[in-house]
């Protein structure tokens, strides 16, 4: 189980670190995937552009290969369950541990007129997306680690008090193949917030990828031979290496190792090669966000079948709880 913020357009680094595992694990386990509306209003955004970015979000995750029919791909919206299962969590989380969340202190810090009861309790939120599917192993990033051990805390709290309803749920991913997604201006990673001429975004047109990648950090070259490459220089590897040929890497390195390497070729077969692995994802996306039956049909499919597994779990948490009366 996992979910996905209904934020801004889908980059690089979201593809290669989060999506491209949960098309993974779809073929490998029984998957439920949702659009995190809810929380998004946390933040107190303009709601008027939900649906846009729900549809957009969902747009695009089912063109970069996630598949609504081995998956239930929905919206935490449609699960009204989820507000009955954070009612009684919220019983167990302790305002002490909520307010020395990393995430809330960033929060409070970025919007001190807003610190409001949910922000506080977003991870008790997040706990109960993942335990109404009595969910085990949650495909996140790093930033997510905090939120999950609040989430075995209060799971293990609930356990204790009510009887063993949930297993432990933990962070997933396929290990060694955790990859790094460089941003073009040579520091850090592709971010959607931070610099957003560096990060390539599967929205973006051909010409717009063209022109970010030629724009990306170089220099005039090794004087060397097979010297270390500077680190902006690693990073043109490192793009190359998620959407180009070994041929093509191979050449490159080559020609790095032997000082005949010239950057402005290799940012041009760069460019050609994300603008072949972009243009279909983001075509397919368009296709499918302007197809409003189909997206209706697809939440429609995944709110049914996340619903049955969230009645089913909330039939044992209330008679775990005892709220039982006849
Ligand atoms: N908090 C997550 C994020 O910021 C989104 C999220 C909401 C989530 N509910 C979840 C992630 C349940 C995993 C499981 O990205």
Do not use: W
């Not at 913020?5 to 386990?29: K, S």
């Not at 063209?210 to 090794?222: E, I």
């Not at 966000?289 to 049955?308: H, P, Q, T």
């Amino acid at each position: 189980m996992s979910g996905i913020r209904p934020t801004g357009f889908l980059h690089l680094g979201n593809y290669f670190g989060a999506l491209r595992n949960y098309v993974r694990m779809q073929e490998e386990y029984e998957c439920f995937f949702m659009v995190a509306d809810l929380h998004s209003l946390t933040t107190h955004p303009d709601t008027k552009e939900l649906k846009l970015n729900v549809h957009r979000v969902l747009s695009e995750n089912i063109a970069s290969g996630l598949d609504p029919d081995k998956v239930a791909l929905y919206c935490q919206s449609h699960i009204h369950e989820t507000a009955e299962l954070y009612l009684y969590l919220n019983m167990l989380a302790y305002k002490g541990e909520l307010e020395k969340t990393a995430t809330f202190k960033d929060k409070v810090r970025q919007q001190p007129d807003n610190s409001n009861a949910g922000l506080l309790t977003y991870p008790v939120l997040q706990t109960a997306d993942i335990i109404i599917h009595r969910a085990s192993l949650v495909p996140v990033g790093k930033d997510q680690e905090q939120h999950l051990e609040m989430a075995r805390n209060f799971v293990n709290r609930f356990n204790h008090r009510y009887g063993d309803v949930f297993p432990e749920p933990q962070a997933f991913n396929y290990g060694s193949e955790l990859v790094k997604v460089p941003s073009l201006d040579g520091s850090g990673k592709m971010s959607k917030s931070e610099n957003q001429n560096a990060t390539l975004f599967l929205s973006d047109d051909d010409e717009l990828v063209r022109k970010k990648v030629m724009k990306a950090k170089t220099d005039s070259g090794p004087l060397e031979k097979n010297s270390q490459k500077p680190g902006y220089i690693e990073n043109i590897f490192l793009l190359m290496k998620l959407v180009s040929s070994d041929d093509t890497i191979k050449k490159f390195e080559e020609d790095f190792n032997n000082c005949t390497i010239r950057y402005g070729d290799m940012k041009k077969q760069l460019a050609e090669d994300m603008v072949k692995f972009i243009t279909p994802i983001r075509q397919k996306a368009e296709a499918i966000r302007n197809d409003e039956k189909y997206l209706k049909f697809i939440m429609e499919k995944g709110a049914e079948k996340a619903n049955k597994s969230a009645k089913a779990t909330m039939e044992l948490v209330r008679q775990a709880i005892g709220l039982n009366y006849y």
